[in-house]
DNA sequence: TGAATTAGTTA
DNA sequence: TAACTAATTCA
């Protein structure tokens, strides 16, 4: 299935039925689909994405596997990966983290669980591609929200934020630089460590 | 340093 | 929700 799914709708692999990420996806519709590959969300703007959770980390090297290959497959979206951050997979995120970026040069979005991938994925697919250069968006309510749950980020910054990177991918590409005449040195880099740093005990 | 902002608490 | 407050951050 090499085709985008029309607007408001999300492609999602068979084995993802009844999962909690679902239930988050109100006013979506949802298609089941066997052969996404290994994908497990196609969304309408031409994203796929891969969860890697946290039984995938644990369990050991064998996410890696499944990134190459993900990597390697679908060449016609834009691939997107979300990693499942907690406190078990706290320990191997950073190493999580290089494998995306540096060795596939995927883009990486560390979610808390399924609840806040679904809002993500919401969120992902809301965005229509052919409106994606207008300089005026509606800001997403989830998106806002996500983002002031980034320390040091209340209402005022994510504000701000979100007028200079108005999706959350963007804001996770941002670096220490970008962000930092916008919200502030201290700021810059809490936001920077949300998205790039695994989280430190103490 | 004063103003602005965040984040937690309370009603 | 709104208002208040302590602590932090900014210019």
């Known amino acids: 299935v090499n085709a985008a799914p029309p607007h408001g709708h999300v492609i999602c692999s068979q084995r993802w039925r009844n999962a909690a990420v679902l239930q988050g996806l109100k006013g979506v519709i949802i298609l089941f689909e066997d052969e996404l590959g290994l ?69 990486l979005l560390p979610v808390g669980g399924q609840v806040e991938a679904s809002q993500l994925i919401a969120q992902i697919s809301s965005e229509n591609p052919f409106r994606r250069r207008t ?8 998106v806002l929200a996500l983002v002031q749950h980034i320390p040091g ?16 991918q963007q804001v996770c590409n941002a670096s220490v630089a970008e962000l930092e005449p916008i919200v502030g040195q201290t700021s810059a880099q809490q936001v920077h460590s949300f ?7 103490h």
Do not use: M, W
């Open 39 to 107: 994908a497990d969300f196609h969304l309408p703007n031409r994203t796929a994405i891969l969860y890697v959770s946290e039984c995938d980390i644990i369990a050991g090297n064998g996410y890696k596997r499944k990134l190459v290959c993900y990597r390697n497959a679908c060449s016609r979206f834009q691939e997107l990966v979300l990693v499942e951050r907690t406190r078990l997979t706290e320990q191997y995120f950073s190493a999580v983290q290089k494998f995306v970026l540096f060795d596939l040069g995927l883009t």
């Open 135 to 142: 300089p005026r968006r509606l800001l997403e309510p989830s």
């Open 153 to 168: 980020v209340g209402r005022v910054k994510a504000l701000t934020l979100l007028q200079h990177f108005p999706s959350i």
């Open 195 to 201: 998205f790039h740093k695994p989280l430190v005990e």
